[in-house]
């Protein structure tokens, strides 16, 4: 089976610091993904990957950046932790662009910025 | 962005129950997914349906696509305790986009 693995399950920053979430999968696959997950609107697209040193932003890219230098790592960096990216953040991946593809997720960071 | 409405917001229901969930756009999808969160982990693949019109199921869990392809429903028959979770509908278009999502508690 596919395995997204999210490194933290909970954090807790405080206003201002730079703050690294950081996902791993184990399947090869090009495409990976991050999200946010805020009660009542859903998962909302921050950045996606097509390949290795390749991102494009989704549709709530300001305040993040990322990061693919391997394949199977996509990082998600908060330059300036502010009070609203606290947030359930979920990693994803899937093995190509296709209408059917099927995404793979992580169990989710839980941040907290304080 | 795009916000894909699903209704309801929230379901609390006994076991045995039926219950029906609705995921509406104004927009044509090529195809629509299915996701459910249970607590504490990421969102799993339920099914994908492509034609409009179409009915998949999977157990106890019914899935149609509009005619139009606009819209979908997910009815489950006969609900029980492990069907609690977080029900999120995913349209195609491009890139994923994800619904608001039903919460469905079950209770024994």
């Known amino acids: 089976d596919v395995k997204v693995t999210q490194s933290s399950r909970y954090l807790v920053k405080r206003t201002g610091e730079k703050v690294f979430l950081e996902c791993v999968q184990d399947m090869d696959h090009e495409n990976m993904f991050w999200y946010r997950q805020d009660p009542g609107l859903g998962l909302r697209l921050i950045y996606f990957s097509y390949d290795v040193k390749m991102k494009e932003k989704g549709d709530i890219p300001e305040g993040y950046s990322v990061s693919r230098e391997k394949k199977e790592r996509f990082s998600l960096i908060l330059e300036s932790a502010s009070t609203n990216q606290t947030s359930m953040y979920l990693c994803a991946s899937s093995y190509q662009v296709a209408t059917n593809e099927k995404l793979f997720f992580g169990s989710g960071t839980q941040l907290s910025v304080l | 962005t795009q916000l894909l409405e699903q209704s309801p917001q929230f379901l609390s229901i006994q076991e045995g129950e039926n219950l029906t969930v609705y995921c509406n756009s104004s927009s044509v999808f090529s195809s629509l997914q299915w996701y459910r969160q249970e607590p504490g982990e990421g969102p799993v693949l339920l099914v994908t349906?492509?034609?409009?019109?179409e009915v998949k199921k999977l157990k106890r869990l019914t899935f149609q696509f509009g005619d139009a392809r606009k819209d979908s429903s997910l009815h489950i028959t006969a609900a029980q305790p492990g069907d609690t979770g977080l029900y999120l509908c995913a349209p195609r278009q491009g890139k994923l986009i994800f619904g608001t999502g039903t919460r469905l508690q079950v209770f024994p």
């Open positions: 349906v492509v034609t409009g019109g």
